[in-house]
């Protein structure tokens, strides 16, 4: 079996090593030609699956991609010509909850709020929303879900998107779709964003294409500006420069980008492979992982939000990855650069939280 890999995807030898030949290339630039011999292809999510690149693909019969995110997968294309297909739903959800923690700590620091007191509208509430929501209620915020598809079964629990656009902060996680009851496409376009108030905060972790950049960029250039979160944009790489500057924090699409995500993501595939070729799965993503760095901490006082920052900070320092962003920005290739080199990160989990309240568990540490 010849399997040819992304690059970028960890654990592929330990996975696949003893019952595969394994070729890696970089995911943005693979060709039909490098899949003419290819029985089983994985990639993540800047490699593009459709007519073109499958075009001489003759013995493929597995495509797998290690994201939650499929839209860069021609599914219909794969079920048309029989070749198997999986993803790895949720697999980093937990690093997207950690990551929007870390960056609604950052923001209450900014604006001097208590974020106890405020109110957190959550645009799609499947893996990533919830994980963003556990830990919002954990802070103590006042959450608000918006969920067109899961509020056509429980209307009182979900908001319409106007009355979540209403909250002091926004935060996005849709799949990226074009068609359907609720495209997601410029989501936040631009008579959304013109309605906002200078106040808001707007978190985007989901896809770029969600949030009209361009319309962004006009408001952010005038005298009422937002305040941005953002880890994904339009047009990846080719990201819209000069709205950098107008926000807050500023990330290279690696909010799932744990080392526990990427291996689960990685361990999915894995799993779906065994299945189809009849194998037993022999390992858990858990024992991929080495130790973290620091194991435990003992707490001697209340988890208020000054700690929490503190101790998130000890796992993962988003204002890391947004220093090394703006060092980077302009030179060739600095995007997928910073994600190729993405140091290690552990979700916050992976620390225990000795002698702290429940609601530690809450914001996603071991307790
Ligand atoms: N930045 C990153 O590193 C990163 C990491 C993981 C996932 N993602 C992106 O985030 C997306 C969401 O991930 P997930 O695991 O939560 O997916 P999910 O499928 O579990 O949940 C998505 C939710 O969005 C809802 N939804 C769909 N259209 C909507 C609309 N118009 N308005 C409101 N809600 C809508 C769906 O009903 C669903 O509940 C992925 O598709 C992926 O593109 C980004
Ligand atoms: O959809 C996903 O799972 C995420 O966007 C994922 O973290 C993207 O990482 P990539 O596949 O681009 O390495």
């Not at 953002?230 to 107008?246: G, T």
């Not at 302009?330 to 190729?340: I, M, S």
Request: hydrophobic content about 45%.
């Amino acid at each position: 079996m010849k399997l040819l890999a992304d690059e970028n995807m960890p654990y592929v030898q330990e996975l696949f090593g003893d019952w595969a030949e394994i070729v890696t290339c970089a995911g943005r630039n693979m060709t039909p030609e490098q899949l003419r011999d290819v029985d089983v292809l994985l990639v993540r999510s800047i490699t593009q699956v459709n007519e073109d690149l499958l075009a001489e693909a003759s013995r493929l019969r597995f495509v797998g991609t290690a994201t939650i995110g499929c839209d860069h997968i021609d599914t219909d294309l794969l079920a048309r010509r029989g070749i198997g297909f999986a993803s790895a739903p949720g697999c980093n959800k937990v690093a997207v909850g950690d990551y929007v923690l870390a960056a609604l700590l950052k923001v209450g620091e900014h604006k001097n709020w208590q974020l106890k007191d405020k109110t957190l509208a959550v645009v799609g509430v499947g893996n990533t929303g919830s994980e963003v929501a556990q830990r919002a209620r954990a802070l103590g915020m006042t959450v608000l879900l918006c969920d067109p598809f899961k509020g056509e079964h429980d209307p009182t629990a979900f908001v319409e998107l106007a009355h979540a656009l209403t909250a002091d902060i926004v935060s996005f996680h849709v799949p990226l779709t074009h068609e359907g009851p609720h495209p997601t496409w410029h989501l936040l376009d631009q008579s959304i964003i013109d309605g906002l108030n200078g106040a808001q905060v707007l978190i985007n972790a989901c896809r770029g294409d969600v949030w009209d950049n361009a319309a962004l960029l006009q408001r952010q250039q005038g005298t009422d500006p937002l305040t941005l979160v953002m880890d994904v944009w339009e047009h990846e790489p080719a990201l819209l420069a000069p709205l950098v500057p107008h926000t807050l924090l500023a990330t290279p699409h690696i909010a799932g980008y744990s080392l526990e995500g990427k291996a689960r993501g990685t361990f999915a595939l894995y799993r779906a492979l065994c299945e189809l070729n009849g194998r037993q799965v022999s390992l858990t993503p858990e024992q991929l992982l080495p130790l973290p760095p620091i194991g435990a901490v003992h707490l001697h006082s209340e988890l208020e939000q000054a700690l929490i920052a503190r101790l998130v900070q000890l796992v993962y320092n988003i204002e890391h990855d947004d220093a090394a962003f703006r060092l980077a920005l302009g030179q060739p290739g600095f995007f997928d650069r910073l994600r190729k080199y993405y140091p290690q990160r552990r979700e916050l989990g992976s620390l225990q939280l000795i002698n702290a309240a429940s609601t530690a568990h809450g914001l996603g540490f071991k307790i």
